[in-house]
């Protein structure tokens, strides 16, 4: 592997992403684009790459850095999103901003504010605490680059990012469900943390939920469940049907297709 393409794949959050993608996105970096590095960083970058580069050959096979394929949700420590959502807030209630300018929507939990925006047809939905003055977090319903346009206009890729004061509250979830009563369907990311994983199993009571692999830029369905191996393949995500769906009618238009040959 080059330098090049290891910076890419270890440093992938120096790169600006377009249209506002969410870090959490495969095809973002943060939930709104940043200036690109100078070029003094970008030395920095190649040659930080060309030492790890050197340093993975000469380490024995045994001991080497695992592959970054592994399907693990690396949580950003606390002052980091804490900082995100300050700067937010703040752009939230600045004049002018693209942020300022959010619809509300109607209270979906008693104490709270939800701000929604729209913008390449991504939606981003702000939940603020008026009575401390700050941003609880967000939530980013990104599209899909896996599949194609027939289907992009009925899925989403949620990905959220709270902070701790505010977790286990049930604030995602209800987002999830107001974006599943407008008659989106989800589709789980590549990767997920365990409270992800507990939040899409909690949503799965009210709404179906199948197994999908995302091939040839198509959801092929899996079932109801999925064997550990297969589950744990990057190409495997759930999906959880919106108001309006159901299995039949997502094979009827062609936005769900039968499992590939072996791929159960």
């Known amino acids: 592997m080059n330098a090049i393409a290891l910076c890419r794949r270890s440093l992938g959050h120096l790169h600006t992403p377009p249209s506002h993608r969410s ?43 695992p592959r970054l394929e592994l399907r693990i949700d690396v949580n950003p420590p606390d002052e980091d999103i804490e900082a995100e959502l300050s700067s937010l807030y703040r752009r939230l209630h600045t004049p002018g901003d693209a942020m300022n300018a959010c619809a509300r929507l109607a209270a979906l939990q008693p104490g709270l ?8 047809g991504e939606h981003y939905v702000y939940v603020e605490d008026p009575s401390r003055g700050c941003l609880a977090g ?10 194609d346009r027939r289907t992009d206009r009925h899925v989403r890729s949620p990905h959220s990012k709270y902070a701790p004061a505010y977790q286990g509250r049930g604030i995602a979830s209800t987002v999830y469900a107001w974006a599943l009563g407008r008659g989106l369907c989800l589709v789980s990311g590549a990767r997920q ?48 049907l919106g108001e309006g769906w159901s299995l039949p009618q997502l094979h009827a238009r062609q936005l769900l297709h039968p499992a590939a040959p072996g791929s159960r």
């Open 113 to 120: 504010i939800f701000h929604h925006r729209e913008a390449d």
């Open 23 to 65: 870090s959490f996105s495969p095809r973002s970096a943060l939930a709104f684009p940043q200036p690109p590095p100078t070029r003094t960083a970008w030395d920095a970058v190649l040659s930080l790459a060309w030492r790890l580069l050197a340093l993975h050959r000469t380490l024995p096979p045994q001991i080497r850095p």
């Open 193 to 240: 943390s365990e409270g992800a994983h507990a939040l899409w199993r909690a949503l799965a009571r009210r709404h179906p939920l199948r197994w999908v692999s995302l091939q040839a830029k198509r959801m092929h369905d899996l079932g109801s469940e999925a064997p550990a191996a297969r589950a744990a393949a990057l190409d495997t995500r759930m999906l959880l």
């Open 138 to 147: 967000y939530t980013v319903f990104n599209r899909l680059i896996e599949v």
